[in-house]
Nanobody, 119 residues
Framework: QVQLVESGGGLVQAGGSLRLSCTAS????????MGWFRQAPGKEREFEAA????????VYADSVKDRFTISRDNAKNTVYLQMNSLKPEDTAVYYC????????????WGQGTQVTVSS
């Protein structure tokens, strides 16, 4: 079992930046691929980004590919999502996830952190 706790959400103006963090506990963090999903009001959860256990491979949704960066620090059991050039449509609850590989990165979920982008 892996426990995930997100932080760093908040209110930001369009064009601004935020960095989300997710700290994991439980099983060995370095054995897991990590990801970020989001759910906007009235919409289904959607994949945003994922990173392999060693950090050598990253995958992004087309909507965030040139604006968001996922990274990880295995020594700190933490994964990050740097979000730049934020848009009002990025407003959502952001969830940290984990899995044995990128294809199954949605196995474990955190409780989510709210990001609100004002226009």
């Amino acid at each position: 079992q892996v426990q995930l706790v997100e932080s760093g959400g908040g209110l930001v103006q369009a064009g601004g930046s935020l960095r989300l963090s997710c700290t994991a506990s439980g099983r060995t963090f370095g054995n897991y691929a990590m990801g970020w999903f989001r759910q906007a009001p009235g919409k289904e959860r959607e994949f945003e980004a994922a990173i392999s256990w060693g950090g050598g491979k990253t995958v992004y949704a087309d909507s965030v590919k040139d604006r968001f960066t996922i990274s990880r620090d295995n020594a700190k059991n933490t994964v990050y999502l740097q979000m730049n050039s934020l848009k009002p449509e990025d407003t959502a609850v952001y969830y940290c996830t984990a899995g044995v590989n990128i294809a199954t990165v949605g196995c474990y979920w955190g409780q989510g952190t709210q990001v609100t982008v004002s226009s």
